[in-house]
C-alpha cells in the first residue's frame, strides 16, 4: 500500500496541473494498444469473448506489472510512482473542462460549449440545445467523479499505482470496447464486465461522500438517500446511476431522457426531480459538490492509512518484544 503522501502528492498534482494535452499519458499507450487489438480481430476473425477476455487481461496484467517495475527502478523509481499516481487521476481536467463549457453557455456560446462538451461525452451533441449541452455535462461530470478520480484513487489507496493501472486499463477497455452494439457486443462483453465488477464500491462510495458534502453545504433534504437508491437502480450500468442520481437529487436538475449515441436513439431513464433544467446556479453547485466529495474521499484515505500505517508499526514492536 502507498504512504499517505504519495496519495496526497497525486491529488494535488492532478488538481493543479490537470492533463496537458501536450504531455504523454498511459490511457493513450493503453488506448493505442486495444485499437491494434481491435484490428487483428477483424483480421483474424476474432471479435468473440474469449479474444475480448483474453486481451483484457493480458493488458491489465501488463499495465500493472509495468507500473510495478518502474517504480522499483534505482533513482527514478519514487518519480516514476508520484507520475504513475498523478496520471491515473482525471479530476482536476475534467472540472477546468466542464467549467469551461459552463462560460461558454453562461456567456450565450452554444457553438463554442458544444465543443467542449463533445470532449467529454461519448454521446451525439450536434443536435442539442443550451439546456441538452447543461443536462449531458452534468451527466458527464457526476458519472466521471467516480470513474476518473474516485475509483482510480480507490485502487492507489488499495495496492499503489501499479493496482490503478491495472483498473484503468480495464476501465479503458470499458471505454473502447463497452459498447452494446453488434461489433462489440462480444468482444467488449468481459472487459464491461470487469469494469462492472472493480467499480462497484467505489461508486457507491462517490454517492455516499456526494450526499456528505452536501450535508456540509446544508442541501441534504429528507428521504434524499431512498430517492438516490431508488433512481440508482434504474440505470442499465450497476454503477453509473448512484453518482449521477446522488448529483441530481442534491442539486435539483434532472437527467436522463432521449440521447444519440453512435447514429442509436436511447432513452435513458429518468432521475431526480421531474423536468428541472440544469441552471447555472444547479450547475456551479453540482462541481462544488463534486469536489467536495472527493476531498473527503481523499481525507478518509488518508486517515484509513495513516492508521493502517500506525497499526501495522505497533503490531510490529510487540513482535519484537515477544521475540
Known amino acids: ?49 474469449p479474444f475480448g477476455a483474453v486481451s483484457v487481461l493480458l493488458v491489465a496484467t501488463g499495465s500493472g506489472l509495468t507500473v510495478w517495475l518502474a517504480g522499483r527502478l534505482p533513482w527514478l523509481g519514487t518519480l516514476a510512482g508520484v507520475y504513475f499516481a498523478y496520471a491515473g487521476l482525471a479530476l482536476g481536467g475534467l472540472l477546468a473542462e466542464a467549467r469551461r ?10 457553438e463554442s460549449a458544444r465543443e467542449v462538451v463533445a470532449g467529454l461525452v461519448s454521446r ?17 461530470v457526476s458519472e466521471n467523479a467516480n470513474d476518473g478520480f474516485v475509483a482510480p484513487l480507490f485502487y492507489l489507496a488499495l495496492g499503489g499505482p ?3 493501472w491495472a483498473y484503468k486499463a480495464t ?21 464491461a464486465r470487469a469494469d462492472d465488477v472493480l467499480a462497484y464500491v467505489p461508486a457507491r462510495l462517490t454517492a455516499v461522500a456526494m450526499v456528505a458534502a452536501g450535508s456540509l453545504f446544508g442541501i441534504v433534504r429528507r428521504g434524499i438517500w431512498g430517492r438516490i437508491t431508488r433512481d440508482a437502480g434504474k440505470s442499465a450500468s450497476p454503477n453509473a446511476g448512484w453518482p449521477m ?17 453512435f447514429g442509436r436513439r436511447v432513452n435513458k431513464p429518468h432521475m431526480g426531480p421531474d423536468n428541472a433544467a440544469w441552471t447555472a ?14 476531498i473527503i474521499v481523499v481525507v478518509l484515505t488518508v486517515l484509513i492509512r495513516v492508521g493502517l500505517s500506525a497499526g501495522c508499526i505497533r503490531l510490529l514492536e510487540r513482535i519484537e518484544l515477544w521475540i
Open 281 to 294: 446556479k444547479r450547475q456551479q453547485l453540482l462541481y462544488q459538490v463534486v469536489l467536495l466529495a472527493c
Open 162 to 164: 501499479g493496482l490503478l
Open 101 to 110: 463549457a459552463a462560460r461558454f453557455l453562461d456567456k450565450g456560446a452554444v
Open 245 to 261: 442520481a446522488a448529483a441530481a437529487w442534491l442539486c435539483g436538475g434532472s437527467m436522463g431522457g432521449a440521447a444519440t449515441y
Open 1 to 49: 500500500m502507498p504512504d499517505a503522501w504519495l496519495v496526497l502528492l497525486a491529488v494535488g498534482l492532478d488538481l493543479l496541473l490537470g492533463d496537458p494535452p501536450a504531455w504523454p499519458h498511459p490511457v493513450r499507450a493503453i488506448g493505442w494498444v486495444y485499437a491494434r487489438l481491435d484490428a487483428l480481430a477483424d483480421r483474424r476473425g476474432w471479435r468473440t469473448g
Open 171 to 191: 476501465s479503458t477497455a470499458d471505454s473502447m470496447w463497452g459498447y452494446r452494439t453488434d461489433r462489440y457486443a462480444r468482444l467488449g462483453a468481459f472487459g
Open 124 to 140: 451525439d451533441v450536434a443536435m442539442l440545445d443550451a439546456d441538452g449541452l447543461r443536462r449531458a455535462l452534468a451527466e458527464s
